[in-house]
């Protein structure tokens, strides 16, 4: 079946650090990919996504590039913030046409950003 | 429109005991998931409703949960005779049929239970 394998963590780094989280996947026929965010004592929120082979998804400096080669989704962010601290999960939504399209999330990565 | 929304945010219960959790969508969505996640791990889905029919359910629905979207709005998942592998954290989503517009699905804050 469809799964989702993420970078474990956590991961600690100091403001203004280049971030990487590295997600791949196992998915039948072409799935869309998230990067969904949870923020401490908040729910799950949309970060971003792409829907085909080699689109970027981008959002609040966060970019990922869907790579069908390397079945990937790797997020990234050039110089992070405190604020940025959260809990980030990768997911894909693999249903066939006219399916649930229910969501399958890899385990978390949580990232601390320290001043 | 405020969101999705859970209630209760908390639920203690003691093994053996019934829960009942309830889920507000966003009003114009048709589709409401259903979605479980424990400590360390990410959400797992547990079911989906079109409108009031549920057309789907996860393995992981055991004979004794069992949710209702009864006129097509807001949702019920109910637990029986609890356990302590059933304390979690309890997930909502909502969002549009594809092809109404966008697809993403909107996370209420969750419903965490603990079973004693």
């Known amino acids: 079946g469809n799964s989702v394998t993420q970078m474990e963590g956590p991961v600690t780094l100091s403001e203004e650090a280049f971030l990487t989280i590295n997600c791949t996947y196992t998915?039948?026929?072409?799935?869309?990919l998230f990067w969904y965010v949870q923020y401490p004592g908040e729910g799950l929120q949309l970060l971003l996504k792409a829907t085909k082979a080699d689109d970027k998804g981008s959002n609040k400096g966060f970019e990922a590039t869907y790579r069908k080669e390397t079945t990937s989704f790797h997020l990234e962010k050039g110089s992070v913030q405190v604020s940025d601290s959260a809990v980030y999960f990768c997911a894909l939504s693999g249903a066939p046409e006219g399916g649930s399209e229910k969501l399958v999330f890899g385990k978390g990565t949580k990232l601390t950003v320290n001043p | 429109d405020t969101g999705v929304s859970q209630n209760p945010r908390h639920k203690i219960t003691k093994r053996g005991q019934n829960v009942t959790f309830r889920c507000d969508p966003i009003?114009?969505?048709?589709?409401l998931y259903w979605y479980r996640q424990t400590l360390g791990q990410g959400p797992e889905f547990l079911t989906y409703?079109?409108?009031?029919?549920?057309?789907?359910k996860s393995r992981l629905l055991s004979d004794r949960f069992s949710a209702e979207r009864p006129k097509g709005s807001f949702s019920t998942l109910e637990i029986q005779r609890t356990e302590q592998g059933d304390s979690a954290m309890y997930l909502c989503?909502?969002?549009?049929?594809?092809?109404?517009?966008?697809?993403?699905?909107?996370f209420g804050p969750g419903t965490r239970l603990t079973v004693l």
């Open positions: 989503a909502s969002s549009l049929v594809p092809g109404q517009g966008t697809n993403e699905q909107f």
């Open positions: 009003s114009e969505h048709n589709r």
């Open positions: 998915a039948t026929g072409y799935p869309s």
């Open positions: 409703f079109q409108n009031e029919a549920q057309l789907e």
